[in-house]
Every structure is written in C-alpha cells, then in structure tokens.
C-alpha cells in the first residue's frame, strides 16, 4: 500500500540505461561535424543540435590551435586517477511535475570525454603511476552538484564538480562549473545524449585548465 502510494505520489522513469555506446559515437560524429570554439573563452556557445538551438558557456569541441599553449605542453603526463559521481538520486531530471532518474555513470562518461580532449592536446594520458613519479599529474574529479529541469522553453541543465589536480610542483583544486539550454526540447529519449553533451563540456574545462598549469 505504501509503496503502491509513493509510486503515485512521484513516478520515477529510469532514463540512460543501455544507451551508453550508441550516445558516444552519436557525440563523436557531433564533435566531427562542429565548428570549433576556443575553450578559453567567455563568451559562451551557440549552435544548432539535432534542430534545437543549443546555448552554452563553453563549446562542444575545441579548436586546435587553443589546445597546445606552449612547447612544454607535449611533454606533460597526466595519471587520470579517481573520478567520483553523485549519488543516484542526484541525477534527476524535472519535468511535467515529475521526476525522471538519469541512469547514466557521470564519472565514467567524464573519463571518456576528458582522456579524448587531453590526447587531442598532445598531452599523455598514463594507465596508472605504479612508479609514483612525482612528475606526473595526479588528476582526480569529484561530482557535486547537478540540476536539470524542463519546461515550456525546453532544457535546462547544469553541473559542478571540484578538480584536483597534484604533482611535484602543485597540489591545486577547482572548481568546474557549466551549463546548457537546449530551447524546444521535448523528446525525453534524448536527455542521456544532452547530458553527455554537459559532461563534455565539463571535461573541455577541465582539460583546459590542466593544460594550463
């Protein structure tokens, strides 16, 4: 009976789930068909996505000649170390006074993302660092906060985490923080694809910043 009530009370879909690979080269081809942006940026993004005007702060793909901001970059090492999501229930989508649970990994979909952006910016991404060099990068991420509703304009997201970043030289943390607006959204079978597209963005940022140091 209880359960019988609170299923009434607030219906609960599960959205994401084996949908993983397929949202990955849907994403990739994205990415190859994108005018780039420069990732240093503040003047934000737009474009248009599947026919939907997509805003953002940051761009989906960065520009080549943004990424390599000096010799020393090709020489840097980066041990991709712990990523930690949020919990299940932070990962909730709002709409239509109801609440759609994302089934998706956040954390493993940033690895994806980060590792492609921090190759793509000649910078070595390492396995492990069972040598415990202390001149390899010790990157680690933690989720803190997600939001995501929709409305009559369409989605609305956004996502924080706090990076950590620690070698011989630094022992740095930040916080990363990105948003989207996708205005006409209606089709919740294509939120996993749109929060991976947040999650990119997220990475880009943090690649960026790694780059940086």
Request: positive net charge; contains cysteine.
């Amino acid at each position: 009976m209880i359960k019988n009530f609170m299923f009434c009370l607030i219906a609960v879909f599960m959205l994401g789930a084996c949908a993983s690979q397929n949202t990955f080269a849907q994403v990739n081809q994205l990415s190859r068909n994108t005018q780039c942006a420069s990732c240093e940026s503040e003047r934000g993004f737009e474009a248009k996505i599947k026919g939907l005007l997509y805003v953002s702060d940051i761009g989906i793909v960065c520009c080549a000649n943004k990424r390599t901001l000096d010799s020393a970059v090709a020489l840097k090492k980066v041990y991709l170390h712990r990523f930690y999501d949020l919990a299940e229930n932070q990962k909730v989508l709002l709409a239509d006074n109801q609440r759609y649970l994302i089934d998706l990994n956040f954390n493993a979909v940033f690895y994806t993302y980060l590792k492609q952006e921090l190759e793509a910016r000649d910078i070595e991404v390492l396995e492990n660092n069972n040598n415990n060099s202390p001149y390899v990068m010790k990157v680690d991420l933690s989720f803190i906060d997600f939001a995501s509703k929709k409305d009559s304009s369409g989605l609305h997201s956004r996502v924080a985490g706090v990076l950590s970043v620690k070698d011989i030289n630094r022992n740095k943390k930040f916080t990363i923080r990105t948003k989207q607006d996708v205005e006409g959204f209606e089709n919740l079978k294509e939120l996993t694809f749109y929060t991976h597209l947040l999650i990119k963005q997220m990475a880009n940022k943090a690649a960026s910043i790694i780059s940086s140091l």
